[in-house]
């Protein structure tokens, strides 16, 4: 089992619509929580993170965090072509510096 | 201010050939990551600095891997008698202690 998990997708979403990307992971001791996104051929750029069980809103960004279930989810409200890319989430076990554990990510398309 | 910087930005070598890597990180940041991302693949975590030192180097793949950070600043990972298999953007990231990460642009390297 990987450490962290999400689907790969890709996933298809029309213009405007809320697009829900899904990440579970393995280590109950984790203590935060990364969304990245990643164009292609660029490098991640930083999204939201969050360490509290709920919701945490950011824009047209909501990062979802479920510590009981080990899950944790990005929803992006009226998507735009622009928000195709691939989004990485991540995880810090703690230990006082940041190494983060990154699942292989999940392809978004949105279409006009 | 200036973001992570890492050269060269592509290099193709010989198998066999030892390669160097450099990140430049963001000025005050004492922190700094070195993560491999394969085609396809997720970021997987090599080596973390602190200051000069490397409390983790848990993620170097084999002892042809090594990497050292002089000055709090600069780092380079070193490669020897370069695989195929070692080809992948290699990403250098940095961050104050445990805030998050800053990703460079990467170098790409080929192995032929």
């Known amino acids: 089992q990987k450490e962290v998990e999400q689907n790969s997708g890709p996933l298809s979403v029309p213009e405007g619509a809320i697009a829900s990307l899904n990440c579970t992971y393995s280590?109950?001791?984790?203590?935060?929580f990364f969304w990245y996104r990643q164009y292609s051929g660029k490098s991640p750029e930083l999204i939201m993170f969050i360490y509290s069980n709920g919701d945490k809103e950011d824009g047209r960004f909501t990062a979802q965090l479920n510590k009981a279930s080990q899950y944790v989810s990005l929803l992006i409200r009226d998507s735009q072509p622009s928000d195709s890319a691939t989004y990485l989430c991540a995880v810090n076990r703690g230990g006082g510096y940041n190494k983060l554990i990154f699942g292989a990510g999940t392809r978004l398309a949105v279409h006009p | 201010g200036a973001g992570v910087s890492q050269s060269p930005s592509n290099k193709v070598t010989e198998k066999g050939k030892d390669v160097e890597l450099r990140c430049d990180p963001i000025s005050g940041h004492t922190a700094l990551y070195w993560y491999r991302q394969s085609l396809g693949q997720g970021l997987e975590f090599l080596i973390y600095f602190q200051g000069n030192s490397a409390p983790d180097k848990s993620g170097l793949p084999s002892d042809r891997f090594s990497a050292e950070r002089t000055g709090g600043s600069v780092s380079t990972l070193t490669i020897q008698r370069t695989q195929q298999e070692d080809s992948a953007v290699y990403l250098c990231?940095?961050?104050?202690?445990?805030?998050?990460?800053?990703f460079g642009n990467g170098t790409r390297l080929t192995v032929t």
């Open positions: 280590d109950r001791g984790s203590q935060s």
């Open positions: 990231a940095s961050s104050p202690l445990t805030d998050s990460l800053h």
